[in-house]
């Protein structure tokens, strides 16, 4: 009963409003069959086109690259590499109306900006209320990089909010490592990854008791539960504090890996990259695969099956990380 249009780009974020509507995200300006180019568009409870919604126009054709955030008054923020929102300057993010159209109330001010809008997220508790944070690309406040600003309800730098430097996040916008995400907290606290994941109170200030992980490369996405345990899901190579890890984790509220999670091993089940054909009819299969048939029979980058099909017991070992095979 649901009836979504094909959308030809990847979408890259989701956000469900409170009245089952949709906010979508496709990559590079994707067409959909139900006729329009965007950014930016809201779909029906029944995943049809809501046309009432005011589709926006941005300056680039692959402009949005963070979380959409829909605030208590039914305000979407939107933020990315664009730099103006229907012809009107919006410094990477920018607030639209419950109908897609442009807030002219909410100005960003007080910096410059450069990258990407990673994150975003809107603080509820009193006088914090719908303040906007702000968090990636390259967001300077004085001439000095910050790895996560506050933005009044205005749109204006909020100079009560703290402002950390980027060894905080493990960032640093000279080589691309900048912020991937950013999660709310009750309370307003919040929650970031780069090649540190860390916590910060709602004041801006790193939150201590939260021992923050090391990463050797950055992961991309996190979700943080309302006590404070963080999952994520680590590219593949990353290691955390030293240890490889090899599948999803959990971190403790206090930042500990927590060995009482253990998803086990997740069969990758693609298709092969290639095949060769043996002078005796054997087939050699090989590429990033780990598993083999509807019965996920561990194979990892290498598999040889009889001329009329059957998966013979060849199996390659000896290399505990091995990720692809390309050539064989």
Do not use: C
Not at 6 to 25: A, C, E, H, N, S
Not at 85 to 113: C, E, I, K, M, Q
Not at 244 to 271: C, E, H, I, K, W
């Amino acid at each position: 009963s649901y009836h979504s249009p094909v959308f030809t780009g990847i979408i890259r974020y989701m956000t469900l409003q409170p009245d089952g509507k949709l906010l979508v995200t496709p990559s590079t300006g994707s067409f959909t069959n139900n006729g329009g180019l965007s950014n930016l568009v809201r779909l029906n409870a029944d995943g049809s086109r809501d046309f009432s919604f005011n589709i926006p126009n941005f300056n680039l054709t692959n402009p949005i690259f963070a979380n959409i955030v829909v605030d208590a008054q039914g305000r979407i923020l939107i933020g990315g590499t664009f730099g103006t929102v229907n012809g009107v300057a919006r410094p990477g993010v920018a607030r639209l109306n419950p109908d897609g159209s442009l807030d002219a109330g909410f100005v960003p001010s007080g910096y410059t900006f450069g990258g990407q809008v990673r994150g975003l997220g809107v603080q509820t508790q009193g006088a914090n209320a719908d303040k906007v944070l702000v968090a990636g690309g390259t967001l300077t406040v004085n001439g000095v990089s910050r790895p996560v600003i506050r933005l009044n309800t205005d749109g204006s730098l909020d100079s009560s909010f703290t402002l950390v430097g980027d060894d905080a996040t493990g960032t640093n916008p000279a080589n691309g490592t900048r912020l991937r995400l950013l999660n709310m907290l009750p309370g307003d606290q919040f929650t970031v990854v780069s090649t540190k994941l860390t916590r910060f109170n709602a004041d801006g200030t790193v939150d201590s008791s939260f021992v923050a992980p090391v990463f050797n490369q950055e992961p991309f996405w996190i979700d943080t539960l309302a006590d404070g345990r963080v999952y994520l899901p680590p590219e593949f190579g990353t290691t955390a504090n030293g240890t490889a890890l090899s599948g999803p984790v959990r971190f403790t509220a206090n930042g500990q890996l927590d060995p009482t999670f253990a998803p086990g091993r997740f069969s990758t089940l693609v298709y092969p990259a290639n095949v060769h054909v043996q002078s005796d009819g054997r087939i050699l299969a090989f590429g990033n695969f780990d598993a083999v048939g509807a019965t996920a029979t561990p194979r990892t980058g290498v598999a040889r099956f009889t001329a009329s099909g059957a998966l013979e017991g060849f199996s390659f070992a000896g290399i505990g990380n091995l990720y692809s095979v390309s050539s064989a």
